[in-house]
């Protein structure tokens, strides 16, 4: 249907042209309204103001007066009626017939202006790649030019044909200050290429896979998994507005839970998109925001199990195709229900065309549905044995695509999560089993093999090992199967024949066995599904999630496309109809006049399939035909509708497929299979063989089947016209889907529907990649640009008049602004745009036609160009004249100091030449002067050269003549010598010649005797002897021998070494001879330097001596430096050597200490974290605690769970209700809790049970052991003391005197230090009192009376102790333990002392000698006091000495160290220093260590000194027993009368037994804080409590005590149940609470707590009972009041953070808000209600105020003000990050101008160090983040080392969504983005995104005693505490 409209300014008519059947026409004027189907309005003859309008199927023409005759005679229905003075057309709301006005003016305007199109101007042009791209104007346009000189963004110049007879310009572009836009509304120029530019830019370069298109959202598949859907991203979206948050699915799923809540109505989420778009994923995250904000009512767990229902639908439902890897195989609708409270109640599961030919046929690269594979993949498993399976080639059903596998995913851990959801919806085991035994069954089917016998027989082999297999698993026989799948049996009227069939026909019959078994398998699974999710409680309303198939078109399209792409009309014209009625709403709140325009119906393409004579209508009658076959059903479509329908077309080369054009495309359907698809037939034969199956699962579902058949046949049969046979009335395929899809129409028109287009970016499953042409195919089939198209024809861009006042006052003048801002918006309008038909004001906003924002941007952006031109004049026009000045300036400077310089110049050239005539005479005289010296010095070098010359030529003669002389002394000599050696050897030669001869002559003598006998009888006597002598002197002459020869040998080598010596010698002296020659010729020179020489060497000499002498004294002083050095050195080597040993020492300790340190933190991190996690386990516990108690009390009072919900408020305000509200309930007054309470079958709560029992036994076991030692004292003790004598009474005589004293002695003290501290106080400047003057007079007489006071103090008290003594003494006297009292002492003899009758008289008793003896013991122990004291004080002069001693030294050394650190260099130096640091650090150490020793010391002795004392009270406590005791006070003597003080109170309340009741409810239920915080002193209910307690205590009544405390608790947590929501009272009984538990343990007895106590706290200690149990009580009830008051806290504190922190503005600036779209202009808020952070300040100091109010405790307050300070921080940075419009460089500025003012309020309360400044490091951090540069590698740099307190996540989304606001900023680049990445690529962090903002920190109540004395406590009477009373 198109509607036109057409305005006549002649004939003043208006024409409606409504054309139905596809007809095309022009428009029609009043005379040619021929068309069928016409609407006329035409003008009224009269003064009627009011034309009309009506609908007819005949043309008619109404006037004012036959209006109404007209109206009944044509029977037509008032449309609208159109006001002729305004030439407006106001509606009717009709939607039978698709009429939709639209606004506007009465014509259309085209926006194509020229200036728009002028030079620079940027244009979108087609193109066949990329769809469009962007070109640049090169010239400006002119109307009437032909063309359009275009540059495109590589620099290509193109001409652009401009087509003449329509004029059609190519669309303009945005600016870029607009591209990237949450809302493509938001867009000036509303257009395809627009939308895809802008989609491509948020999905490939801000990575943003959501974009809002008006009310739909539009989701682009990333194929990529994104951290964007965890719970925290939920929180962040839940209660927020749709406009307010970055477009998500969860703001979609927000905005139907509001509405829902709001408007009480259904709603609907309609998913659709291609196959892998994403749809289903999209439908799971909706679901899972349900279930996450809502909370179950009744039943638990149902949010569990409606999302266990998505992995059971995709295993069963989804497949892998080739364009997705999990494409949902068929639709669902899954409805939501909710009760009143707004929490899940149940679901139900509607399906949708499952497709069941995929069961046994996939086509390449495609798979069977997943659960097939995940069979397969789990077959190993011992459960899944019996099913004979193997891999998945083994099967025919599974491999038949030849993709087995999908990347990323493992098939056996998702049957795995399968069969865990089947287990969470209820299904058992046995089930499970059952359903995948019937699966595997399908898979063994597929392999059965049926082979040909002929042409119409076929056959299975009886053994096929498939078919047995699958008889087994189904429990059916073999051979009957075997049978049936090969025969059927045929029936006619009289007869039933049983006929084989082919091969083929039995294959096609085993499929369809299994298709059929598959579907209805199917079917009970979601029937299954459903009974899990149904819910006994009432369900008020749901929320529906339509899951369903989008457009498809293949190349070849079967029945199923064709039901698909039916679908997807139906839901397209809903889509229409539902956005044209928001429109109208909008337009018609607003008060907007508006026309009708054209748009496209899609009402016939329906009508062309499902009206009668349809597609459908044909098919169903061809399949009732006993012949029926596609090829006739084919003809008859031809036959039927080719003619007859424009949508409907036969292709040309095809007689067996036809054409549809759809609204998104035209698709080719082939005919082939239409006709078995949608008769569904199955062997009924098999069908009654599978029946008589033992498998009791197989049996149910075929009882299911039939019985859902014979309901449906019933229906038939009672609509369905008489005689119809069983068989004609079976529901074909194609007639069920119609019928449902009416159905599911019915349920979305009675719902509010929300819309989610999901787009496939590409077919290559590339992650963030965007296909330009399969973008834009997927938006025009989606209806997205159809719905652009819409919104671009009227006013799309929508404005509120304060956003447009902020934006646009830069083009406003200061006179221009009025008062009113509408006003003020009006009249710049007017000014600005001159038509006003282009624009229109509404109520609240302005509506723009499209293009004009970009036109108001354009002159916002040349009127700040314009002014950054003026200001960059003024700017340069001052800097210039300030450099022309200083160039002025400096140039006088110049030639003033040039001026000068000459000047001075000159001055000294002056100087110069003067000085120069005086150097010059000086210089002639100097040179004159020298000349003389030099030849006066010249004559006299000369005559003293000559007269040496002439002396050692002298000398050199004499010298000459004497060797001559010693020459021939030596020549002489050496004849001599020589003629003596010749003489003498002649003379020996001559005497060996003779004694030769005369030796020969006796040898011949001798001869001739020997020749004789006697001579040889004489020769022998004797011989031998002679002979053995000879033989002797013969040996020895040859050892004479050898050793002569060897000396001979030896002289001979040293003669001839002496001979080369002397030679070498000679050869020496010859050369030295020739030296001498030639040193003899410089002789003469070195004769004269000789003498020089020998003249300086004198002078040397002397300077020498001199040197020596200083020499001798130097070292002298030096060594005597060496001395003291070295002995220095000795000591400094020692001090070093011991140093060393104890920087090693130091070193170890320091190591332990750095170790236990690292220990301690370590152990500090694991305590906040044991304490976090108790603390929220505590709080779990106590949940479940009271909700079982709750549930208890409702079964006992039979009350409804459902009734309690009417109570719950309302979700729209806050979904997240608080835990502590839940979980404190009111307990009985009694707090005895049974035994069934206890009993929860938790897991958390065993194990607190289990702890708390082990904690029960070891304290157990350390209070046996205690008791166990104390006996074992006691038992000692009692030894002892049987072993004491009597003497004790003196001994106790004595101590009580002393004690006296001391104590005495100790107010004596103090008095005198009050005394001297009113001295001291007294004004600095005024002297004190002189002696005489009247305040000395006053102050002796007050010290005078004090003494007098003391002394009678002191009597009374002697009198009364020796009174004690004497009683005591007396007591014993006649005991055997009294044997040896010494009662004289109290009687003493008075006659040794010789007193007067007098003194005996006044001392008839002995009290006046036991006075004098006691001031004697007086004296003894104040002069013992005194020695004591003056030794105290030596030992402290001692100390005191030696620590200045000790500071002395340190000192010294301190100065010598810098002295010598000093002359170091620096690396040694901070060495030095270093080593010396650690020394001391190290003596620091070992200091503390021994005065820790020490205390440790006295600890031990004041211990003991205390369980002395301890037993001494005992002691006096069984004496004053046995003093009670009748035949005691019979003994004792008469009574003292002794003065004594008042009564004092002990801080006790007493109250009668059963009054708890009345207190607490005075005190805690009826109490209201703020008339107690104001008015009483804090923590008074705190005090009265524990008074009461007290009381309980000292009557040892247990139960008093227990009831007293349980009622207390209960009370407390009944008020915080009730009024938790109430911040002063949970502030004020968390103070309290804190105060009395402070109070059981201050006065508990606790040693370390009784030090901080006064004597009088220490004395109102608890005694009968140990209450540190209860401690803990309240400290868990303290720390849960503290978590509701955090969240108290929060939710006041939730809904102005976002307002305050980020959106207002405290700053205003030029730069405004950007244009966004319909979403963010939904709302106004008035600028007096805006929320700044003046009013979040406000309320922080309200909390404080409160809080220091109620004296919580500066710690805990300080925890509570970090905990805020956290919540503001998480909840404003979560919020930064999904929101694109709040990254910008103006938001930075904002946000640390914000922060800087919470830091502020931080300093004014004194809580900088508590930690809270802390917590905001993120938020600034991410705001400089938002200012710093961001372009270089440097910059880079910088972000890494800035943001620490942000994660890389975090870092990488804020630089993604930086968005600039004017056009003058330029956007992050990717590859800067990339950069930040790798640099912080190291980091090891959360990948998380956001913060949590629900986290708590662990909190630690520390101890604070109180100051506050209970007995002065006053009960006020306004409290009603009357039967209470004060002890």
Known sequence: ???????????????????????????????????????????????????????????????????????????????????????????????????????????????????????????????????????????????????????????????????????????????????????????????????????????????????????????????????????????????????????????????????????????????????????????????????????????????????????????????????????????????????????????????????????????????????????????????????????????????????????????????????????????????????????????????????????????????????????????????????????RTLKTTTETFVKTVSKMSAVNGRDALAKHIYATLFSRIVASINRALESAAKQRSFIGVLDIYGFETFDINSFEQFCINYANEKLQQQFNLHVFKLEQEEYMKEGIPWTLIDFFDNQPCINLIEAKLGVLDLLDEECRMPKGSDDTWAQKLYNTLQKKNVHFEKPRLSNRAFIIHHFADKVEYQCEGFLEKNKDTVNQDQINVLKKSKFDMLLTLFEDDEKATSSANKRTAVTGRAGQSQKDTKKTVGLQFRQSLHLLMDTLNATTPHYVRCIKPNDNKASFTLDPVRAVQQLRACGILETIRISAAGFPSRWTYQEFFRRYRVLMKQKDVLPDRKQTCKCLLEKLIKDQDLYQFGKNKIFFRAGQVAFLEKLRSDKLREACVRIQKTIRCWVARKKYLRMRESAVTIQRLVRGHQARCYVKFLRRTRAAITIQRMVRMWLARRRYQRQRSAAITVQCYLRAYMAKKQYYKLMFEQKAVVVQKWVRGWLVRRHYRRTLAAIILLQSCVRRMRAKMDLKKLKVDARSVEHFKKLNFGMENKIMQLQHKLNEQHKENRELSERLNSVEKSKALERERCTREIENLHRSEQDSRAKAEKVPSLLEQLSFLQHELEKTRREKDDLEEQKKDYIERTQQVVEQLNSKNSVLNSENDELNKQILEQAQNLTEIKSNVEITKQMEKDLNEERSRYQSLLSEHLHLEERHRDLREEMDLGISPRKSGQNRKDSIFSNASSEFTQSLGSEDESSVHTEDESQVDLSVLLKLQRRVKELEQDKQSLWQQLDNREEAQQEKAEEVETQRTVGRAELDLETLKRQELESENKKLKQDLNELRKSLTNEDKESLPPAPGSMPYNILLDQLSSSNEELEMRKEEVLLLRSHMVRQEALKHKDSALGEGVNLDLEIPSFKEVNRSSEIHTLNEDGELWLAYEGLKETNRLLEFQMQEQKRIHSDKYRKLTEEVNKLKAEREQQQKLLAQTLLLPEDARIEATLKHAITRLTNDNLELMEYQEKQDKVIRKLKKQLKIYFKKVQDFEVGAQQKNNPSVMNTRSRAVSITRKEREYQGMLEYREGDEGRLLKNMVTDLKPRGVAVSFIPGLPSYIIFMCLRYADNVNDDQRVSNLLNSTISSIKGVIKRRGDDLEVVSFWLANTCRLMHCLKQYSGDEEVMKNNTAKQNEQCLTNFELSEYQQVFGDLAIQIYRQLIKCMEEILQPIIVSSMLEHETIHSVLGAKPTGLRKRSTTIPEADTVTVDILLQRLGLFYTTMSQHEMGSELIEQVVRQQFYIICAVTLNHLLLRKDMCSWSKGLQIRYNVWQLEEWLAERGLQDCGAKETLEPLVQAAQLLQIKKKTEDDAQAICTMCTALTTTQIVKVLTLYTPVIEFEERVSITFITMIKDLLSGRVESSTLMMDSKKIFSVTIPFTPSSVALETIQIPASLNLAFLKRI
């Not at 198109?2 to 095309?24: A, D, H, V």
């Open 1 to 487: 249907m198109i509607i036109n409209m057409k305005y006549s300014r002649q004939s003043k008519t208006f024409t409606f042209l409504l054309l139905f059947n596809g007809k095309r026409s022009e428009h029609a004027r009043v005379r040619r309204w021929e068309a069928r189907d016409t609407l006329v309005l035409t003008t009224c003859q009269g003064t009627r103001s009011s034309w009309t309008a009506v609908e007819s199927s005949q043309p008619c023409h109404l006037s004012s007066s036959s209006a109404g005759e007209e109206l009944r005679k044509s029977s037509c229905r008032l449309i609208g009626k159109v006001n002729k003075k305004k030439k407006k057309v106001q509606p009717f709301l009709c939607w039978q017939k698709s009429f939709f006005f639209f606004e506007g003016s009465r014509e259309t305007e085209d926006m194509a202006a020229s200036g728009l199109y002028s030079k620079h101007a940027r244009v979108w042009l087609p193109d066949a790649a990329e769809v469009w791209k962007s070109a640049e104007l090169i010239k400006d346009y002119t109307p009437g030019d032909l063309t359009l000189t275009l540059q495109l963004e590589d620099g290509t110049e193109v001409e652009h044909k401009i087509d003449p007879k329509t004029n059609s310009l190519p669309p303009l572009r945005n600016p870029n200050i607009l591209v990237g836009e949450n809302d493509l509304t938001a867009l000036s120029y509303l257009h395809e290429p627009a939308v895809l530019h802008n989609l491509k830019v948020r999905f490939i370069d801000s990575k943003l896979i959501y974009t809002y298109c008006g009310i739909v959202l539009v989701a682009i598949n990333p194929y990529e998994s994104l951290q964007i859907y965890e719970a925290d991203i939920i929180n962040a979206y839940s209660g927020q507005n749709m406009g307010d948050m970055d477009p998500h699915i969860f703001a979609v799923a927000e905005e139907a839970y509001k509405q829902m809540a709001r408007d009480e109505r259904n709603q609907s989420i309609i998913v659709s998109g291609e196959s892998g778009a994403g749809k289903t994923v999209s439908a799971k995250y909706a679901m899972r925001y349900f279930a996450t904000v809502s909370f179950s009512s009744g039943e638990a767990n149902i949010e569990d199990r409606v999302l266990a229902s998505s992995p059971i639908m995709e295993a069963l439902g989804n497949a892998k195709t080739t364009r997705n890897d999990n494409s949902s195989r068929f639709g669902k609708y899954i409805e939501i229900g909710f009760d009143k409270k707004l929490s899940i109640t149940g679901a139900n599961m509607r399906t949708y065309l499952l497709e069941k030919s995929r069961v046994v046929f996939q086509a390449n690269g495609e798979r069977n549905y997943h659960v097939f594979y995940q069979l397969c993949a789990s077959s190993h498993l011992p459960e899944f044995k019996s099913f004979k399976l193997g891999c998945t080639e083994d099967f025919h059903y599974t491999n038949q695509g030849q993709s087995p596998v999908i990347d990323g995913v493992d098939d056996a851990k998702e049957m795995c999560n399968t069969r865990k959801a089947f287990s969470l919806l209820g299904v058992s085991e046995a089930d499970q089993m059952s359903i995948y035994q019937i699966l595997a069954a399908i898979l063994h089917l597929s392999n059965v093999e049926v082979k040909d016998q002929s042409a119409d027989r076929s056959s299975i082999m009886p053994d096929d090992a498939h078919l047995m297999v699958f008889c087994e698993l189904m429990g059916v026989p073999c051979e009957e199967m075997a049978h049936w799948l090969c025969h």
